[in-house]
């Protein structure tokens, strides 16, 4: 879901736009409003957006200059200028500064909704893709041995333990760890601990694509002690840092 806020000086300007957009349709939720630059910078530290919609010319700070104080905080959000005719060259200087679009007020019916279709559409086509998770092979699935449903029960249960290992999750089922070992490679294609790396990192995907989340939070709560294993880890799985991943994300 993309969180988007709305900063205009103009109350009237904000409603509209709040309650003209179907946005729940568009895939997007409206977290916040704002009535000028200063307010919104507060409201985008409070509320991490994903899409700014703002105007320009705003009383206390305008919005472009809203937009370079956030790129300074490190805020990756889309940004959509509006603008009247007379400051049209003003806005479009925006674009330099970072801005995705600007749009003339007033707007016709369904150019907002074009353009942030736009918007994120680029998103997603810039986005990386996350790991998929590990798939037991075709055909196989029904078929799985009783040792290997549970350890891949076990697995999903406990993958944020540091201290799983094959010995632990084999002691767990009442098996020995080579029999557990070979069964399972036997039916999944994958060694029990690939199987945990792997599973391990689709998680550490999901919870980087909250910007709010910090790297070692991620980490230790897929399993890993070490921020510079885990890191390395990561970045063997992904093909790329999980920082680097987390900034695409926003």
Known sequence: MLKVLIVDDEAVVRRGIVLGVDWA??????????????????AAEQYSPNLIITDVRMPKMDGIAMMQELRRR??????????AYSDFDYARSALQFGADDYLLK????????????????????????APAAPVLPEGQGPEKSKYVREALTYLSEHYNDPDISVSSVARSLGVSDGHLSHVFKKETSYTLSAYLTNYRMHKATELLRDCRVKVYEVAESVGYRDITYFSSAFKKSVGMSPSEYQKRCQ
């Open 25 to 42: 349709s568009m895939g997007c939720v409206v977290v916040g409003e704002a009535s000028n630059g200063e307010e919104g910078i507060a």
């Open 74 to 83: 490190g805020s990756r959000a889309h940004v959509i200028m509006l603008t």
């Open 106 to 129: 007033p707007f016709h019916d369904g150019e907002l909704e074009e353009t942030i279709a736009r918007i994120r559409s680029r998103a997603q086509a810039a986005a990386p893709a």
